[in-house]
């Protein structure tokens, strides 16, 4: 075992699936009930978000920091808990732990236009990973419900990260459908109480 332990994720076990259900769960009903009874503010705050440039930063920072944690040295205490081992690649630690705070200031400086759909991007990057690692040949099969979730987050995640502007192409399309919100609301409602539920009963 011992061999083999610079090679574990320092999220496996973590998490257990029922805690990991219980915090999704309600975060996606509140979320949405919350869309559902404020639709003007929300929609308001969505049209917005692509340029809310404040927001971005504490998103990007959040995020590399998220990062930083996994590519940090020994020896820092409680900030190398989470650190990885990276194998072959060991010897850019480094440079990985160099270009956390580089990226972040040039970000902030130099991308002036659509920062904040790359920093939520990268930041739900770093969100879905401890979430399928709950979930991770885990029994019963209505874990899937965590994995399906994380997965959508990912690739909408890449999506925003390399091409933003979908993000806003995305936000002007679902608030100028006046139909589509509150399906949309009640289904994200519907997917986070089913997580609740099973989270509550079965895991």
């Given at each position: 075992m011992n061999q083999?332990?610079?090679?574990?994720?320092?999220?496996?076990?973590?998490?257990?699936?029922?805690?990991?259900?219980?915090i999704?769960g309600t975060v996606?009903?509140l979320?949405?009930?919350?869309?559902?009874?404020?639709?003007q503010?929300?929609?308001a705050?969505?049209l917005?978000?692509?340029r809310?440039?404040?927001?971005a930063?504490?998103?990007?920072a959040?995020?590399?920091?998220?990062?930083?944690?996994?590519?940090?040295?020994e020896?820092?205490g409680?900030?190398?808990?989470f650190r990885?081992?990276?194998?072959e690649?060991?010897?850019?630690?480094w440079?990985l732990q160099l270009?956390?705070?580089?990226?972040l200031?040039?970000?902030?400086?130099?991308?002036?236009n659509?920062?904040f759909?790359r920093?939520l991007?990268i930041?739900g990057?770093?969100?879905?990973?401890?979430?399928l690692s709950?979930?991770?040949?885990?029994?019963?099969?209505?874990?899937?419900l965590i994995?399906?979730?994380?997965?959508?987050?990912?690739?909408?995640?890449i999506?925003?990260?390399?091409k933003?502007?979908?993000?806003r192409?995305?936000?002007?399309?679902?608030?100028s459908?006046?139909?589509w919100?509150t399906p949309?609301?009640?289904?994200?409602m519907?997917y986070?109480?089913?997580?609740?539920l099973?989270?509550?009963?079965?895991?």
């Open positions: 083999h332990a610079p090679f574990l994720h320092p999220y496996d076990g973590m998490i257990p699936l029922s805690v990991a259900g219980y999704l996606l009903l979320v949405h009930l919350y869309a559902l009874v404020k639709r503010q929300v929609q705050f969505l917005a978000s692509p809310n440039h404040l927001l930063q504490i998103l990007l959040g995020g590399l920091f998220w990062f930083f944690l996994l590519v940090a040295p020896g820092l409680v900030l190398s808990r990885v081992g990276l194998a690649f060991e010897g850019i630690r440079l270009a956390c705070p580089v990226f200031v040039l970000m902030v400086t130099q991308v002036k659509l920062l759909p920093a991007g930041f990057l770093m969100v879905a990973a401890p979430l709950a979930a991770f040949l885990q029994e019963p099969v209505t874990r899937l994995p399906i979730w994380c997965y959508i987050v990912i690739f909408l995640s999506l925003w990260i390399g933003p502007y979908l993000y192409d995305m936000v002007n399309k679902i608030c459908k006046p139909a919100w949309l609301c009640l289904g994200g519907a986070g109480a089913a997580i609740l099973c989270a509550i009963l079965w895991w």
